[in-house]
């Protein structure tokens, strides 16, 4: 099955924008792999935030964006928040899989 | 308001089977595709299987084989069935809605001598 890679972590200002990729072994990431972003925060269970590259839940903080930014799927943070330090996951689907990728641990300092 | 109830984990040794359940409610299970997803001690997400509301299911390299989804339309619950227990499978299992909406709080399987 493919790999889906992510930074392994990555540090914002309070305050400052960061931008989180989602690449794709087999290739550029297209919205054909309906890209999701989940944050996840220590004992708790992950929540999504970005649904099919770019959709927002109800719940999603204004400051998440998703988008396809040189074939990777990608989340920027504009106007990080200390609430926002937690591991961000993406995930793909492809043609008999879904694939989560590694993970990236925001820290905002 | 949807819930998810993850039910069924335990220390389980080495070679042995454990069916997980997961409760529903609040919509109707078999109207969305559901997954597995597990997170091993300190480790990222692992997508484990999903079963699409037609019924078609798919699993991942590392559990193909030995681990089952499955449901019950009458109870809303989803099942994973798994045999052949590794040390490698010990993780939380959580169940969630698709499309990746709503997850359960997860059970721990932990398989060890």
């Known amino acids: 099955q493919a790999v889906v890679t992510q930074e392994p972590s990555l540090t914002v200002s309070p305050g400052g924008t960061v931008t989180l990729t989602c690449g794709s072994s087999?290739?550029?990431?297209?919205?054909?792999?309906?890209p999701y972003w989940f944050q996840q925060k220590p004992g708790q269970a992950p929540r999504t935030l970005i649904y099919?590259?770019?959709n927002k839940h109800s719940w999603t903080p204004a400051r998440f964006s998703g988008s396809l930014l040189g074939g990777k799927a990608a989340l920027t943070l504009s106007g990080a928040q200390p609430e926002d330090e937690a591991e961000y996951y993406c995930?793909?689907?492809?043609?008999?899989?879904?694939?989560f990728g590694g993970g990236t641990k925001l820290t905002v300092l | 308001e949807v819930q998810l109830v993850e039910t069924g984990g335990s220390l389980i040794q080495p070679g042995g089977s454990l069916r997980l359940s997961c409760a529903a409610s609040?919509?109707?299970?078999?109207?969305?595709?559901m997954s597995w997803v597990r997170q091993a001690p300190g480790k990222g997400l692992e997508w484990v299987s999903v079963?699409?509301?037609?019924?078609?299911?798919y699993y991942a390299d590392s559990v193909k084989g030995r681990f089952t989804i499955s449901r019950d339309i009458s109870k809303n619950t989803l099942f994973l069935q798994m045999n052949s227990l590794r040390a490698e499978d010990t993780a939380v299992y959580h169940c969630?809605?698709?499309?990746?909406?709503?997850w359960g709080q997860g059970t721990l399987v932990t398989v060890s001598s």
């Open positions: 087999t290739g550029a990431v297209t919205s054909g792999h309906y």
């Open positions: 079963m699409y509301s037609g019924g078609n299911t």
């Open positions: 995930l793909l689907t492809y043609t008999d899989a879904w694939v």
């Open positions: 099919e590259t770019t």
């Open positions: 609040g919509f109707t299970l078999s109207a969305h595709y």
């Open positions: 969630v809605k698709g499309p990746w909406n709503y």
